[in-house]
């Protein structure tokens, strides 16, 4: 049920309510007023109607404010007060007929107030005084439709109260859809946010594998090749310039927690990358001949978190080459086509050591495994062979823009 059906349905109990305590009040008043016409001296019928009517008033207030705050009325004071509207109805049938047709709204309260199958029988009785009360007090005038005219209210009242009685049901039971549909928003929002958080912590992780850590244990590394070697000028200047780059890469990682902005052009930051590996390499004395091809139109613009994407993968690709390949050659290729951008690093080291690529808590397998998240977030792939007589090739593909709106098209 949409909102503006559901509004309705409240607008349709509340006129209900409304229309039962008019028809009341116009009832009451009417026969108040033909009464007087009939017996102009009699002061029973005024006395009678005002207590009636305060008594009346004070109900529905009173109903009125606890529903408001919620507090239940207790039975006993609700048939306390039933009975008393109906004992003055009863006093004011017994000097005027005219009061007659407040059998209709007495028969709605009646049904409103008590259980079901008492409410029925009280009717029953409602309608038994009101068509045969005249007949005691005044045969010569009463008719069979005396009789007849309030069996019909009695029915129609009867019928009304099982019709506000189901709106009232369909009410409750879509408030109640509404109340759960709310409750399920804001644990499926709490749920997006908890995802959103691990999300960022895992994006967190990567970038602090990928920029500090792998630049610490650079410097662990040339520190220790530094205590055994004759002349460890040339690794202090790579640990310099080692620290000097992390330590530029920390103070952006704080000042702004973002992706690394490849200020450069894909080319260029690649050609940067490859010599300060080439000087890690040195340092840590190994003689590994890095070279850097390319592919395609290298003039294209690459949309920036492809490119922070292909800059990390030649790092950490590189990065674990320097550590545990001892290779004395690795390929870097950049490949840039119009579907797709492609990275290809190829070494003809040890090759991978399976049992550690398996290892989630080795340092190479992180750097892996978080890359391998990082580019298929971006509708990428990676993968990387390592084949029995040595060697290692990992291959990472991202699709360009053009690309991914493409099949957005279709």
């Not at 309608?127 to 007849?148: D, I, K, Q």
Request: aromatic residues 6%.
């Amino acid at each position: 049920m949409s909102t503006s059906n559901f509004s309705s349905l409240v607008r349709v109990l509340d006129a209900l309510r409304v229309g039962l305590h008019i028809m009341f009040a116009f009832l009451l008043g009417f026969g108040v007023l033909r009464s007087l016409f009939d017996a102009p001296h009699s002061a029973a019928v005024p006395l009678f109607s005002v207590l009636m009517a305060g008594l009346y008033v004070y109900g529905t207030v009173l109903e009125r404010h606890r529903a408001r705050a919620q507090v239940e009325i207790s039975n006993s004071a609700k048939y306390a007060w039933l009975t008393g509207i109906l004992v003055l109805w009863l006093m004011l049938l017994t000097h005027s007929q005219d009061f007659l047709w407040l059998e209709f709204p007495l028969v709605l309260l009646t049904l409103h107030i008590a259980a079901l199958v008492p409410a029925l029988l009280i009717s029953l009785g409602l309608w038994l005084v009101a068509a045969f009360v005249p007949l005691w007090l005044h045969p010569e005038t009463w008719g069979v439709a005396a009789a007849v005219g309030p069996l019909i209210g009695t029915v129609f009242a009867i019928a009304i109260f099982f019709a506000y009685r189901a709106l009232h049901a369909e009410i409750e039971h879509h408030r109640a859809i509404a109340k759960q549909l709310r409750a399920t928003q804001e644990e499926l929002a709490a749920s997006e946010h908890q995802a959103g958080r691990l999300e960022e912590r895992e994006r967190l992780s990567r970038e602090i594998h990928d920029t500090v850590a792998q630049g610490l244990s650079s410097i662990v590394l040339l520190a220790r090749a530094a205590k055994s070697s004759a002349d460890p000028s040339s690794q202090l200047a790579t640990i310099e310039s080692v620290a000097a780059d992390n330590l530029a890469e920390a103070r952006r990682f704080v000042r702004d927690l973002a992706s690394p902005d490849v200020q450069q052009s894909l080319p260029e930051a690649l050609r940067s990358t490859v010599a300060r590996m080439r000087d890690r390499g040195a340092g840590l004395g190994e003689d590994t001949e890095f070279r850097l091809e390319f592919a395609g139109d290298t003039t294209t613009a690459i949309p920036q978190p492809i490119a922070a994407a292909a800059l990390r993968c030649t790092q950490e690709g590189l990065s674990n080459v320097v550590k545990h390949a001892h290779a004395s050659t690795v390929v870097v290729t950049l490949g840039i086509f119009a579907d797709a951008l492609t990275i290809d690093i190829v070494d003809d080291g040890v090759g991978m050591n399976t049992a550690d690529a398996s290892n989630s808590t080795s340092s190479s397998s992180f750097g892996l495994s978080g890359l391998q998240q990082r580019i298929a977030s971006l509708g990428g792939t990676m993968s990387v062979e390592s084949p029995p007589n040595g060697g290692t090739a990992l291959a990472a593909r991202l699709p360009l823009t053009s690309e991914r709106e493409d099949r957005d098209e279709h």
